[in-house]
């Protein structure tokens, strides 16, 4: 059975420091992995997803995550917060099929 | 339209009653989704829809709950005597494919009262 573990329910950061959303997985074959992001009021909005190739991954918005293959993670990562990255951010995996295991998000709050 | 859209976004009913939520999918996209949102949880997957045929309703809590998507576009998601425990924002998404990202609405709140 595929799921999700995002492990933290909020990641506060200082403005213009680094950030780490942590995101792992458990799935039978390959898998396809998502980030998503989801503002107050609004829908999910694609981030950024790895299918194969490159472990680094670029995506919308200077967000990056690196696929880890031996210790099953999927971390999303972003050089320098902007305070309107404050949102609440989903992985979500699929084990090349249409079904997508959403994990149960986590909260960034970046501090000015 | 430029998106996916889902009326109503807000639904109040009462125990009991009959409720239907709306789809509207981006245009030609033959995957569509239905999941379930609690407060502080994520997405559930409820059902999936490849053209007009839903391929997976495991999700789906119980008979209480069906959808339809007859012309392969627009899909209604029903609830017969809803009970205070499916109040949960109702999201719906389409793609393009399996493996492909997926496109939300901004979902339907549904408060059972």
């Known amino acids: 059975a595929q799921s999700v573990a995002q492990p933290e329910d909020q990641v506060n950061v200082a403005e213009g420091n680094p950030l780490t959303v942590k995101c792992t997985y458990s799935?039978?074959?390959?898998?396809?992995l998502f980030w998503y992001v989801q503002y107050p009021n609004r829908g999910l909005q694609f981030l950024l997803k790895?299918?194969?190739?490159?472990?680094l991954v670029k995506g919308s918005y200077g967000f990056e995550a690196e696929f880890n293959k031996s210790q099953t993670s999927f971390h999303l990562k972003k050089p320098s917060a902007l305070v309107s990255d404050s949102a609440l951010y989903f992985c979500?995996?699929?084990?090349?099929?249409?079904?997508?295991?959403f994990g149960t998000g986590t909260r960034l709050k970046v501090l000015a | 339209g430029a998106g996916v859209s889902q009326t109503p976004s807000n639904k109040v009913t009462e125990k009991g009653k009959y409720v239907e939520l709306r789809c509207d999918p981006i245009?030609?996209?033959?995957?569509l989704y239905w999941y379930r949102q609690s407060l502080g949880q994520g997405p559930e997957f409820l059902i999936y829809?490849?053209?007009?045929?839903?391929?997976?309703d495991s999700g789906l809590p119980n008979d209480r709950f069906f959808a339809v998507r007859p012309e392969g576009s627009v899909s209604t998601l029903k609830i017969q005597r809803t009970e205070r425990g499916d109040s949960a924002m109702y999201l719906c998404?389409?793609?393009?494919?399996?493996?492909?990202?997926?496109?939300f609405g901004s979902g339907t709140q549904l408060s059972v009262l």
């Open positions: 998404a389409s793609g393009e494919g399996a493996g492909e990202k997926l496109f």
């Open positions: 799935v039978s074959g390959n898998p396809y």
């Open positions: 790895y299918i194969t190739g490159d472990n």
């Open positions: 979500a995996v699929s084990g090349g099929t249409y079904k997508y295991i």
């Open positions: 245009s030609g996209h033959t995957a």
């Open positions: 829809f490849q053209g007009t045929g839903a391929a997976d």
